[in-house]
């Protein structure tokens, strides 16, 4: 049997020797102290809540959303799901903000899988219309997948590298106990 103990936030029972690598906290407590896990869940609040959605957003707040959202796709379903979903809406200041951020690699299969779904063409904002011009043939879907397994290999750098520019931004109030 594993021995179990309360979160000291809620009290629900919580694995002893996960919890010791939380500061005590089950997995949901431990989630909502994190200050970025916050952050993105409130900007995520303001672009599907507030009238006016993405636009509310400041400049920093739009690239941190941006970048997260498209790291989160990929990680859940690849390049394909990337374009198909509202994050490929935001194709070009993502492009722009890993110029910045995440070295070449990122940014080269970023391009790569835009010149395999959309050749001739800038990426159309609107959801909609991308999905008409992206039928997911086979030869589509391999080779993106073949992308989508490069991306997985690669380091994230990209995390590190929002979670710094969210401290310099301001964006996360909170000191940060990396302990
Ligand atoms: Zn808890």
Same mark, same amino acid.
């Given at each position: 049997?594993?021995?179990?103990?309360?979160?000291?936030?809620?009290?629900?029972?919580?694995?002893?020797?996960?919890?010791?690598?939380?500061?005590?906290?089950?997995?949901?407590?431990?989630?909502?102290?994190?200050?970025?896990?916050?952050? $993105?869940?409130? +900007? @995520?609040?303001?672009?599907?809540?507030?009238?006016? %959605?993405?636009? /509310? !957003?400041?400049?920093?707040?739009?690239?941190?959303?941006?970048?997260?959202?498209?790291?989160?796709?990929?990680?859940?379903?690849?390049?394909?799901?990337?374009?198909?979903?509202?994050?490929?809406? $935001?194709?070009? +200041? @993502?492009?722009?903000?890993?110029?910045?951020?995440? %070295?070449?690699? /990122? !940014?080269?299969?970023?391009?790569?899988?835009?010149?395999?779904?959309?050749?001739?063409?800038?990426?159309?904002?609107?959801?909609?219309?991308?999905?008409?011009?992206?039928?997911?043939?086979?030869?589509?879907?391999?080779?993106?997948?073949?992308?989508?397994?490069?991306?997985?290999?690669?380091?994230? !750098?990209?995390?590190?590298?929002?979670?710094?520019?969210?401290?310099?931004?301001?964006?996360?109030?909170?000191?940060?106990?990396?302990?």
């Amino acid at each position: 049997m594993e021995e179990k103990g309360p979160c000291v936030e809620c009290g629900k029972p919580v694995s002893a020797s996960l919890a010791s690598k939380r500061k005590g906290l089950c997995l949901r407590c431990s989630s909502k102290s994190n200050p970025f896990f916050v952050l $993105y869940n409130s +900007l @995520i609040d303001r672009v599907c809540h507030l009238p006016g %959605g993405f636009d /509310t !957003l400041s400049d920093a707040e739009k690239l941190y959303y941006a970048l997260t959202l498209f790291r989160n796709e990929i990680n859940n379903g690849g390049f394909h799901q990337f374009f198909f979903n509202s994050s490929g809406s $935001y194709y070009d +200041l @993502i492009e722009n903000g890993l110029v910045n951020f995440d %070295g070449r690699q /990122t !940014l080269e299969l970023l391009r790569q899988a835009k010149q395999i779904v959309f050749p001739e063409i800038a990426i159309p904002p609107d959801t909609k219309t991308r999905r008409h011009l992206m039928p997911p043939t086979p030869d589509l879907m391999n080779t993106l997948d073949e992308l989508d397994q490069q991306f997985y290999r690669s380091p994230d !750098l990209l995390s590190a590298k929002l979670e710094a520019f969210a401290r310099e931004q301001g964006l996360v109030s909170s000191p940060i106990d990396d302990n």
